[in-house]
T-cell receptor, first 114, second 114 residues
Framework: DVKVTQSSRYLVKRTGEKVFLECVQD?????MFWYRQDPGLGLRLIYF???????EKGDIPEGYSVSREKKERFSLILESASTNQTSMYLC?????????????FGDGTRLSIL | QKEVEQNSGPLSVPEGAIASLNCTYS??????FFWYRQYSGKSPELIMF????GDKEDGRFTAQLNKASQYVSLLIRDSQPSDSATYLC??????????????FGKGTKLSVKP
C-alpha cells in the first residue's frame, strides 16, 4: 500500500511565523501535490512537483512556496503565516503521467494561525 | 477552465437503500475518473476508478461512466450508516504535460439514516 505521511496532524502557529509542512511518500512516486481544503471551497491546488527540484504553481500559490530536494519529500512553506491560511492542508502523490493511477493522500494537517 | 460539478447535498437515504451520486465534467478530453470518500476531519480515500464507458462494480459500489454525456456516477447499494461521508469526484485529463493532475468536484455529502 502507498503510504503518504504528513509530519503533523494539528499545528498552531502565530501570525508572521514561517511555517513548514512536511510530506513523505514511500512509493517512489514522481508527482507530489499540496492542496488546502476549506468548507464550501473544496480542494484547491497550491503547488505540485513532477520531479526533484521541479515545482509548478497550482491555482492558489500566493503566500506559499515549496521545496523538493529529494524524490520522496515535498515541503510546503508559509513564508509569513496569516490568519487566512488557517485550513486543512493535504499532501498527495501519484505516478508520473500514468493515466490510470489515482492520487494517494496523507492524513492531512489542520493548521491554525492565531 | 476545466470544471467538475457535483450536487453538494446533503443527500439523505435510509439504511439499506441505494445512494446515487452524480458528477459532470466539462473537459471532453478527460480519460480517467475517480471517486474518493472523505469522512469528516479525515483525508480523502480512493474507493473506485473508471476509464471506460459503462459500469464497473466493486462490492456494494458501482461506478458508471458516460463520456458522450460527460457524466460519471457512483451507486452505493445497501447503504449503511458507515457510508455517511462526503464523496468527491475527480477527473484527470490525459494530454502531454498533465503530470497526473486531478480536477476535483466540491463533493456531495451523503447521510444514511438508520
Amino acid at each position: 500500500d502507498v503510504k503518504v505521511t504528513q509530519s503533523s496532524r494539528y499545528l498552531v502557529k502565530r501570525t508572521g511565523e514561517k511555517v513548514f509542512l512536511e510530506c513523505v511518500q514511500d512509493m517512489d512516486h514522481e508527482n507530489m501535490f499540496w492542496y488546502r481544503q476549506d468548507p464550501g471551497l473544496g480542494l484547491r491546488l497550491i503547488y505540485f512537483s513532477y520531479d526533484v527540484k521541479m515545482k509548478e504553481k497550482g491555482d492558489i500559490p500566493e503566500g506559499y512556496s515549496v521545496s523538493r530536494e529529494k524524490k520522496e519529500r515535498f515541503s510546503l512553506i508559509l513564508e509569513s503565516a496569516s490568519t487566512n491560511q488557517t485550513s486543512m492542508y493535504l499532501c498527495a502523490s501519484t505516478r508520473f503521467q500514468a493515466s490510470n493511477q489515482p492520487q494517494h493522500f496523507g492524513d492531512g494537517t489542520r493548521l491554525s494561525i492565531l | 477552465q476545466k470544471e467538475v460539478e457535483q450536487n453538494s447535498g446533503p443527500l439523505s437515504v435510509p439504511e439499506g437503500a441505494i445512494a446515487s451520486l452524480n458528477c459532470t465534467y466539462s473537459d471532453r478530453g478527460s480519460q480517467s475518473f475517480f471517486w474518493y470518500r472523505q469522512y469528516s476531519g479525515k483525508s480523502p480515500e480512493l474507493i473506485m476508478f473508471i476509464y471506460s464507458n459503462g459500469d464497473k462494480e466493486d462490492g456494494r459500489f458501482t461506478a458508471q461512466l458516460n463520456k458522450a454525456s460527460q457524466y460519471v456516477s457512483l451507486l452505493i447499494r445497501d447503504s449503511q450508516p458507515s457510508d455517511s461521508a462526503t464523496y468527491l469526484c475527480a477527473v484527470k485529463a490525459d494530454y502531454g504535460g498533465s503530470q497526473g493532475n486531478l480536477i476535483f468536484g466540491k463533493g456531495t455529502k451523503l447521510s444514511v439514516k438508520p
